[in-house]
DNA sequence: CGCTGGTTTAACCATATGGTTAAACTGACG
DNA sequence: CGTCAGTTTAACCATATGGTTAAACCAGCG
């Protein structure tokens, strides 16, 4: 991963750029790198991003970020794994818990994913889009964001279910609903406000609205 | 829209392409053009295809794109139109019929976008996409395929809701659990099925199984 | 104080890409 | 059969873009 320099014959004069963060300091530029090409892939999306973008909102010249990542698209896998395992792993933690009622789990992950996705708007809705743009990236990359906990939620459904609490419903369509309800908002947001007529700035209200409608809606959708 | 053709001097020599549809024949072309550049944008977004792409898919000149639509964005604009027009309006119009009871409305949405989605499994993901990484384009756009009909919703919700048939829900909540519901697993399709584990034969399977999952999982959801 | 290794930069390169142009082809019509 | 309007095409062009390179810079170390 590292490049190293050499030396050979003139060139041309320099300055240092407008701020400079100077050399042999620590890996902040890398770092800063890292965190412009978050923002700009998760607003743009990654065939509509430049790299130069990306150095800009970094501050940093273009050639840094390929002496840092490579490509372009290795830049854009790492953003787009850290991304999805963002948010996945702590709604399979909530849903694989052993110790939680599926009552439980449903408050927990509706209100987490909320406050998520409230607190980070693009998320979902990158995500989403690059899955979709690129399907091959999914299946290796989300090894990192892992799958989600069927085996306890199976049980557990079939034995809510035999105990005669739930209706019968099998853990892929239980997922499927959740999330379904939960980032449906968020991804397909600028649609969504249009459709239902809804301003930009009562987006918020909407969402924190949600977080009641949600568990009373899909518990109530679970019983027999 | 014609750009008329001039003379001047020599040129060179040229056969007609692989099948050539002759000249002066019907407006075949153009036709075949943006069936091409539906097909292609959906698959892979706007961005990421090249105008050759869909030239080339038409079995024509690149040029011949530009002849008829002018812009890339232009061609692309008009193809995410038709893509949202192609369902939002069967959606809106089974929700606007004051005739059928919500239940009915459920039954029908369920059952048709379930089937259409079914039948062109990147609409969905495409249109999502594309919103999200040119949201700009959505208000404009969006026009051709309207919005949903509030109104009728809001006065049908309140009046069930008054005879104690269903649980207070206002329209835009109900309009985001129906929309979430049917169409998250097509839209984030690559993640979703990773994310359960379902392999991509399988998928059919389980949007038929959907089809009576959600309406028992819906309707009960409603339920006070 | 000069070397060294990590860091940062401007300039460069090959190619891809959206778009333009002017010619050539085609069938219909008079 | 010549012309005309609508089509279709190859060749071009300017620019944007991802990526490379070699030099310069900087701090710490010996």
Known sequence: MVKPASSRAPAAVR???????????????????????????????????????????????????????????????????????????????????????IEDKVRAV?????????????LAGYVVSEAHTQPERVQTIMRR???????VLRRQLAAAAAAGEIRRISAEHFVANLMGLLVFPFVARPLFEVIVGLDADRFPA??????RELPAFFLAGLRP
Chains 1, 2 share one sequence.
């Open 145 to 151: 964001a892992g799958t989600a906990p069927l085996g």
């Open 15 to 101: 300055r240092r750029p407008v701020a400079a963060t100077a050399a042999g300091t620590d890996g902040a530029s890398r770092d800063r790198i890292l965190a412009a090409a978050h923002r700009v892939f998760r607003r743009q999306g990654t065939s509509k991003t430049r790299t130069q973008e990306i150095a800009d909102e970094a501050g940093v010249n273009k050639a840094l970020v390929h002496y840092y990542f490579g490509t372009k698209e290795a830049l854009a896998d790492a953003v787009f794994a850290a991304a999805a395992a963002e948010f996945l792993p702590t709604v399979f933690a909530i849903l694989g818990d052993a110790e939680l009622s």
């Open 110 to 122: 509706v209100r987490e994913q909320l406050d998520f996705h409230g607190a980070h708007p693009y």
């Open 206 to 211: 909407f969402v924190e609205a949600r977080k």
